[in-house]
């Protein structure tokens, strides 16, 4: 495929909601960016160096839906995640949610905003107070909030422990004599506890065994259900993503790659990224799993200190051309798929296309280590 090839991908303007209206979006990220400066200890280079762990990501979380969230270690999901529920303060860029811009609120001007965004983190042990009781950890948000006193309180705690499925007559024990499954519905009951619109999940299920990964997935799809809340779930295990999303944003080194709807994304992935992410997948059906070839990119994924020009996946992707080295691909709906499924790539793939046989074009940046799964952390 040549540059000319691109004639085929018409720019469309995305989908900005549920049936096209901005009402259903409750959060809206634009031109994102979240660097980090580090120290360089090189002798020719004076001031600070930065890890661009965020950079430029456009991204909007329709009202009630689940946007699930993928992409190897670092490439800075869990930094997004924290940029859009400002817990860390953004480089550039706007965060805008339910129609109020919070990039710049203050902590005492967002303090009332906290009751409608919550987070769960990923690690269970590591995330409660192994000192304090559990009644205070999930009592903490009415203790902030002025919400309740006493027994009234500790009602309302008992209520949110059997909500999630723990026995309100633990109320007095420490994290410690929890497993790690009752300890991450701690968490649950903590983040529900205001009634929040917005809950971003930080891989809640990968520190857990794989049955107890089905009841707490299991658990969120009953409160979502029963509260019309809207989730962002980042995840690696793609299989798990699929499951409970509406829809689906991949990102790579920074940058999101791909959007689009679950089935849409499995079924015919635009970015050779998300293609190779898919071809790792394990099936349930072990005739399909022989047959299907798996997508090995060969190299290390780049440093953010130092990105690839123009599009960042290029040095290890089989479809890359020159115009990939040099520009930046856009976010935008590609080969006739619709609004809601958005690409960032010259040269998308289309149904049906091997990228096993495809050979690299840019020889000269790419690194000539062992081939290694584009997936290789799927913990």
């Not at 920074?254 to 990224?273: C, F």
């Not at 990228?355 to 790419?366: D, Q, S």
Request: charged share 25%.
């Amino acid at each position: 495929m040549n540059a000319s090839d691109t004639s085929n991908s018409t720019p469309k303007a995305p989908a900005t909601a549920r049936g096209g209206t901005d009402h259903d979006v409750l959060l809206e990220v634009e031109n994102l960016q979240k660097w980090f400066p580090v120290s360089s200890d090189r002798l020719f280079r004076r001031g600070k160096e930065h890890v661009q762990a965020v950079d430029g990501v456009d991204l909007q979380v329709r009202a009630g839906e689940t946007l699930g969230l993928v992409g190897e270690t670092g490439c800075g999901k869990s930094t997004l995640a924290r940029c859009m529920t400002r817990l860390y303060d953004v480089t550039s860029g706007r965060v805008t949610f339910d129609g109020t811009d919070i990039t710049s609120l203050s902590r005492r001007e967002l303090r009332p905003l906290r009751r409608e965004i919550q987070m769960i983190f990923q690690d269970p042990y590591g995330s409660l107070n192994p000192r304090r009781r559990v009644g205070s950890i999930i009592g903490d948000p009415f203790a902030i909030h002025g919400v309740g006193k006493g027994a009234e309180r500790k009602r309302k705690v008992q209520e949110l422990m059997e909500l999630v499925g723990l026995n309100p007559e633990h109320y007095n024990r420490f994290p410690a004599e929890f497993s790690g499954g009752q300890r991450q519905r701690i968490g649950v009951a903590r983040a529900l506890a205001m009634r929040p619109k917005l809950i971003v999940c930080d891989e809640p299920v990968s520190a857990l065994d794989v049955s107890i990964q089905a009841q707490i997935i299991n658990l969120l799809a009953d409160l979502q259900q029963e509260f019309n809340l809207t989730y962002v779930f980042i995840a690696h295990d793609l299989s798990v993503v699929r499951h409970v999303s509406d829809r689906i944003a991949v990102m790579y080194l920074g940058k999101v790659v791909e959007v689009a709807e679950a089935d849409a994304l499995h079924e015919a992935p635009r970015h050779p990224y998300t293609n190779a992410l898919l071809s790792a997948v394990p099936l349930a059906d072990p005739d399909l799993s022989d047959r299907r070839e798996r997508i090995i990119l060969r190299g290390d994924v780049p440093s953010p200190l130092n990105p690839p020009t123009g599009c960042r996946f290029h040095p290890r992707c089989p479809k890359a051309a020159d115009t990939c080295a040099a520009e930046v691909p856009p976010l935008i709906s590609r080969l006739n798929d619709g609004p809601d499924h958005l690409a960032a790539c010259h040269f998308p793939v289309e149904i049906g296309e091997n990228l096993v046989e495809a050979r690299p074009t840019i020889a000269a940046e790419r690194t000539e280590f062992a081939p290694e799964l584009v997936n290789g952390d799927q913990s």
